[in-house]
């Protein structure tokens, strides 16, 4: 299982970027694909799941602002972000876990707003 994390990059406060997770041999449709961030000297994060049921769940942080989805067609996964806030920089990652064998993660997308 591969999975490719893209679309970060440098917004001002109150912006939007939209994340996007490309997932190659699994399909989306049928497994958890969780959204992670890592700040700089911070614990990694869980920020966003969405359940092969379309069960969505979110950090209180974000709640009410960032948005997961899934395209089954695209095989991808997406994390719409708005109203971003400075606290939110960080390298996202996106995971998927396989019982019995491990979680794997994509490389991570930076996300950078300011102030």
Do not use: H
């Amino acid at each position: 299982v591969q999975l490719q994390a893209s679309g970060g990059g440098l917004v001002p406060a109150g912006g939007s970027l939209r994340l996007s997770c490309v997932v190659s041999g699994s399909r989306v449709s049928i497994v958890t694909i969780n959204w992670y961030r890592q700040a700089p000297e911070k614990a990694r994060e869980l920020v966003a799941t969405i359940t092969s049921g379309d069960s969505t769940n979110y950090a209180d942080s974000v709640k009410g602002r960032f948005t997961i989805s899934r395209d089954n067609a695209k095989n991808t996964v997406y994390l719409q972000m708005n109203s971003l806030k400075p606290e939110d920089t960080a390298v996202y990652y996106c995971s998927t876990r396989r019982v019995g064998v491990g979680t794997y993660w994509g490389q991570g997308t930076l996300v950078t707003v300011s102030s």
